[in-house]
Every structure is written in structure tokens, then in C-alpha cells.
């Protein structure tokens, strides 16, 4: 693939990316959702009863361990997550959805489905499946080393 290929493919995956979170955060505001996209994100890794060390939460949702502090802060002052002290590991702490964190996943769930339907909505399952075998690729291609 020549220079000016992988370029051109790279913008387009940066400025879709870009696109869909802004489409995304701009319904959050306007919804009335109070929570971010990103606070989101925190609460739908910690579904099902998880309890995740902060470390996790960051790889699972693509955040800084700063960035993750301050979004797991505001979490836990709204009641919807808090830390625990780690069974095993008395210098680190988990993250878990309170009772209110459940209830607000619940309540929200059906807004972010069709916020991200949006975004497939003219696609076939097709394009679906290979876009979804592409963009696997890519992350693989990116792994650690």
C-alpha cells in the first residue's frame, strides 16, 4: 500500500471516529443523560457485576490512568460506581456499580442503542462483518510487542 493509500485511509478512520463520538456526546448532552459518553463507557465495562482494578477499566475503555481517575471520581460523587478495597491486594482498589449505577445503565441502555443504530443504519450485515474483520485487523496489527 503506498504512503498517500494509508494516509488517505487513516484520516477517514480518524474523522468517522471523531464523528461518531461527537454525534454521540452532542445526544448525551441534549438527552439529558447526565452522564458523559465517557462516564458511559465506565459504567457499561463494570455491567454484571463486575469488580475491576482501575487498571482493567483503563484497557477496556481506552483511557489514561488520569483520565479514568477523574471519570471513576465524578462516577462515585453522582452514586452510580465506588471502589473497594482489593480482596487480594491491600494497595489497590476495585470499581463497581452501586444499586443507582445498575439502574442508570437500565434507564439508559435503549437511548445509547439507538444513538449507535444511527450509525449502521445504512450498512448490510455485509459491510457489518467486514468492517468489523478490518477494524479487528488493525487493532491485532497495533498490539503490543
Known amino acids: 500500500m503506498t504512503t498517500k493509500k494509508f494516509d ?3 484520516y477517514l478512520l480518524d474523522r468517522t471516529a471523531k464523528r461518531v463520538k461527537g454525534y454521540a456526546q452532542q445526544k448525551f448532552a441534549t438527552g439529558n443523560f447526565d452522564i458523559t459518553v465517557d462516564q458511559w463507557l465506565v459504567l457499561k465495562s463494570l455491567d454484571n457485576d463486575r469488580y475491576l482494578k482501575q487498571k482493567e477499566l483503563a484497557e477496556l475503555t481506552g483511557k489514561d ?15 452510580l460506581t465506588e471502589r473497594l478495597m482489593h480482596k487480594n ?3 489497590s482498589f476495585t470499581v463497581h456499580l452501586t444499586p443507582a449505577g445498575k439502574a442508570k445503565l437500565l434507564e439508559l441502555l435503549p437511548k445509547v442503542t439507538e444513538i449507535r443504530m444511527k450509525a449502521w443504519e445504512n450498512l448490510t450485515e455485509q459491510d457489518y462483518e467486514q468492517l468489523k474483520t478490518i477494524l479487528n485487523k488493525i487493532y491485532q496489527n497495533l498490539g503490543t510487542e
Open 8 to 10: 488517505s485511509y487513516s
Open 65 to 79: 490512568n488520569p483520565t479514568l481517575t477523574r471519570i471513576i471520581d465524578l462516577l462515585c460523587k453522582k452514586g
Open 89 to 91: 491486594d491491600r494497595r
